[in-house]
């Protein structure tokens, strides 16, 4: 009896359900699809590394800027022009002059009314005698200056929103090959087929090589991750083909000298990376066949880049510097 009675109690209390208030979803799937535009991952939880060198790379660039401001004089001229002379690229300090146009007889400076002055101390006077004509630093330091602000902000813009996503998913290694490389292959594009004459400064060829081998990473990514095209055809045109449009056109209505020679090897260089990378981004699928078309992309991708940095180097090496000034 008393048993029967506490399940008849226990059976007359009332029920009690909680329901808990419905969650919107519309607020965390636009931040999950602003955050997924953000990133180059394919599978969730995928491993991310710290973009150290874009940031180094980046601070690097605004500080050295920075002491563009340093009010001192220094080989009688601005600390910026010095520095400017010191760093950029500029082929007459990187490779000998041919003797007879170093003895090319130049106008009198004031300090040196009563003085022969040469076309060969005038070089040296340009480029620092120091390891001069071989001063082959200049393709590392022409990376680190920038004209004025906004080249150094359109650079850097370009520069850590490719660079930052890259590094991120590969790693540091990887992308300071590309970048060094595209570097390297911008400038010995730029001394085959523009004026070189002039000098140039800035980073604008590794920032291309970075962009054509962000490109190939995505258009290779387009052909497994099916649901997400849509996204990285419009990572592709923010990222890669807004800023070149943009910055061509301003250079072109502006009047800006752009090396377009040099973003052309650079470009070359960080797409030919890629594809030696990831492969060629084709979009058919053959089995055993399919893989050994993509393995031989890659070698041959590969074997343009070597062949690509012997030809120019012998042409860089082998030719006789300009005559840089005017008599």
């Given at each position: 009896?008393?048993?029967?009675?506490?399940?008849?109690?226990?059976?007359?209390?009332?029920?009690?359900?909680?329901?808990?208030?419905?969650?919107?979803?519309?607020?965390?799937?636009?931040?999950?699809?602003?955050?997924?535009?953000?990133?180059?991952?394919?599978?969730?939880?995928?491993?991310?590394?710290?973009?150290?060198?874009?940031?180094?790379?980046?601070?690097?660039?605004?500080?050295?800027?920075?002491?563009?401001?340093?009010?001192?004089?220094?080989?009688?001229?601005?600390?910026?022009?010095?520095?400017?002379?010191?760093?950029?690229?500029?082929?007459?300090?990187?490779?000998?002059?041919?003797?007879?146009?170093?003895?090319?007889?130049?106008?009198?400076?004031?300090?040196?009314?009563?003085?022969?002055?040469?076309?060969?101390?005038?070089?040296?006077?340009?480029?620092?005698?120091?390891?001069?004509?071989?001063?082959?630093?200049?393709?590392?330091?022409?990376?680190?200056?920038?004209?004025?602000?906004?080249?150094?902000?359109?650079?850097?813009?370009?520069?850590?929103?490719?660079?930052?996503?890259?590094?991120?998913?590969?790693?540091?290694?990887?992308?300071?090959?590309?970048?060094?490389?595209?570097?390297?292959?911008?400038?010995?594009?730029?001394?085959?087929?523009?004026?070189?004459?002039?000098?140039?400064?800035?980073?604008?060829?590794?920032?291309?090589?970075?962009?054509?081998?962000?490109?190939?990473?995505?258009?290779?990514?387009?052909?497994?991750?099916?649901?997400?095209?849509?996204?990285?055809?419009?990572?592709?045109?923010?990222?890669?083909?807004?800023?070149?449009?943009?910055?061509?056109?301003?250079?072109?209505?502006?009047?800006?000298?752009?090396?377009?020679?040099?973003?052309?090897?650079?470009?070359?260089?960080?797409?030919?990376?890629?594809?030696?990378?990831?492969g060629c981004p084709c979009s058919y699928s053959w089995n055993n066949n399919y893989c050994n078309f993509q393995l031989a992309c890659r070698w041959i991708a590969f074997i343009f880049i070597f062949t690509y940095f012997v030809v120019t180097f012998t042409i860089f090496f082998r030719m006789h510097a300009p005559f840089a000034f005017k008599s």
């Amino acid at each position: 009896m008393h048993t029967t009675d506490n399940i008849q109690l226990e059976m007359e209390e009332p029920l009690r359900v909680q329901v808990e208030n419905p969650v919107s979803t519309k607020k965390n799937t636009v931040c999950l699809r602003f955050r997924r535009f953000f990133t180059l991952d394919v599978l969730p939880n995928e491993k991310h590394y710290y973009p150290i060198f874009i940031i180094i790379i980046s601070i690097l660039h605004i500080s050295i800027h920075l002491t563009t401001y340093v009010n001192i004089r220094w080989r009688y001229q601005d600390f910026k022009s010095s520095l400017h002379d010191l760093w950029r690229f500029y082929i007459p300090c990187m490779r000998p002059t041919p003797y007879h146009i170093r003895m090319y007889t130049m106008k009198y400076r004031p300090s040196a009314r009563n003085v022969t002055y040469y076309y060969g101390d005038e070089l040296k006077h340009k480029c620092f005698s120091f390891l001069y004509p071989h001063q082959l630093w200049r393709l590392i330091t022409v990376n680190l200056i920038h004209a004025n602000w906004l080249h150094l902000l359109v650079n850097l813009s370009k520069q850590l929103l490719c660079g930052i996503l890259l590094e991120r998913k590969y790693g540091s290694l990887r992308i300071v090959i590309v970048y060094w490389l595209s570097n390297l292959g911008a400038l010995l594009s730029s001394a085959m087929l523009a004026d070189s004459r002039q000098g140039s400064v800035g980073a604008s060829g590794a920032i291309y090589g970075l962009l054509l081998f962000f490109t190939v990473e995505r258009l290779n990514t387009m052909k497994t991750n099916i649901h997400h095209r849509l996204l990285i055809v419009m990572q592709l045109i923010i990222f890669v083909a807004f800023p070149i449009i943009i910055v061509t056109s301003v250079a072109t209505i502006l009047h800006v000298n752009v090396v377009h020679s040099a973003h052309l090897g650079g470009g070359l260089v960080g797409f030919l990376f890629g594809i030696g990378m990831f492969g060629c981004p084709c979009s058919y699928s053959w089995n055993n066949n399919y893989c050994n078309f993509q393995l031989a992309c890659r070698w041959i991708a590969f074997i343009f880049i070597f062949t690509y940095f012997v030809v120019t180097f012998t042409i860089f090496f082998r030719m006789h510097a300009p005559f840089a000034f005017k008599s």
